[in-house]
């Protein structure tokens, strides 16, 4: 059994020894075919695939089992499986908990990033960064079913990789997971809460760059105090960073605000929350407070909190104190935000 076969493999890409591994990785496994006589069963686990001609050109009769429906079920447990072997032991609640965090990678008592601990990792950075990643937790992304079928990691190597391609690798890596497939193509979401934790992790790094430090969980006491000018402040100088990606939509902005919320605060966080007549951008639970947030760009700051109202975004929530909040940010005079804020 041979796990992680791929670890220094992806950590080294764009390394300048990252050709000379590939090659003592090579030469290694070339050592195997001659033994195949005296090999009862050889077992090899990784997230990522590389090329016959970069890795196993001298191992070339191993059979790929990353898509084959016969062993979807092979490992981990399936809902069925977590309900019938431990139905003494997990009540719904717990249940429900492990779904939202988990989807099935484990389960223990209380919830926490497990997987997260081992399995991030440079290369996904390195996809992130490329790709100009921007997720909101149920945002899809369409992709070919071809490009998940054929995907290499030799395709990260190159600095334009396209996003397609990354969005396979993180498919491959469990930061993705397949939605639903229509005809040929792949529709590929967050698989889970953890995974969302994780990304939001990376993707604000990105963001932040070396203005990281500049952001902690003062943001989320600003609001929890409904000192609103002090958290616009900040939510201003978080727009003026200069990002890694272009933000050409409110929902990059959107995007941008929930990711660094998410990873700086501990706060829940939603956004595009489903309400009778349409959904909300953001909403903010803190303690028994919600505030309502409607984003919009270049237009103003009146027409997002006429939309509130409007679509009354605040039903079913008659036990919370609600807040509801309009920003416009208006990119012709250097992304300034404007703001209204009203007590319901």
């Keep these: 059994l041979i796990d992680e076969y791929d670890n220094p493999l992806t950590s080294s890409l764009n390394n300048p020894e990252g050709s000379l591994i590939r090659a003592k990785t090579r030469d290694m496994y070339g050592q195997l075919k001659p033994c195949a006589d005296k090999i009862r069963f050889l077992f090899i686990t990784g997230i990522t695939r590389f090329s016959n001609q970069s890795i196993f050109s001298k191992l070339n009769n191993l059979r790929d089992l990353t898509m084959d429906k016969g062993y979807a ?6 809902q069925q ?6 139905s003494e032991a997990l009540d719904a609640e717990t249940l429900s908990g492990l779904k939202r965090w988990y989807d099935g990678y484990r389960f223990a008592n209380g919830f926490e990033p497990y997987w997260g601990r081992t399995a991030a990792s440079k290369a996904v950075v390195e996809a992130a960064r490329r790709a100009r990643l921007s997720f909101l937790p149920d945002e899809v992304k369409k992709i070919p079913l071809s ?16 996003a397609e391609r990354v969005y396979a690798y993180l498919c491959m890596a469990g930061y993705l997971t397949i939605e639903r497939i229509e005809g040929k193509y792949a529709y590929l979401r967050i698989p889970n809460f953890e995974v969302e934790g994780i990304l939001c992790d990376v993707i604000a790094t990105l963001y932040l760059g070396q203005a990281a430090e500049r952001f902690d969980d003062r943001i989320a006491g600003y609001l929890a105090s409904c000192d609103f000018p002090s958290f616009m402040a900040e939510i201003q100088d978080l727009i003026r960073v200069p990002h890694y990606g272009m933000m050409k939509s409110e929902e990059s902005y959107q995007a941008l605000i929930y990711t660094v919320l998410r990873k700086v605060a501990d706060i829940d966080i939603r956004s595009e929350v489903r309400t009778a007549i349409g959904r909300a951008d953001l909403m903010i639970f803190i303690g028994q407070k919600l505030f309502i947030i409607e984003l919009k760009r270049d237009k103003s700051a009146e027409e997002a909190m006429a939309q509130i109202r409007d ?14 909040i309009g920003i416009n940010i208006d990119t012709s005079k250097d992304r300034e935000l404007t703001y209204i804020a009203e007590h319901l």
């Design 73 to 78: 079920t092979a490992f981990g447990y399936t």
């Design 81 to 86: 499986e977590l309900e019938s072997y431990f």
């Design 147 to 162: 490009s998940i079928y054929s995907f290499m990691a030799d395709d990260l190597v190159s600095e334009d990789v396209t």
């Design 311 to 324: 679509r009354k975004y605040w039903d079913g929530y008659a036990d919370r104190d609600i807040y509801l």
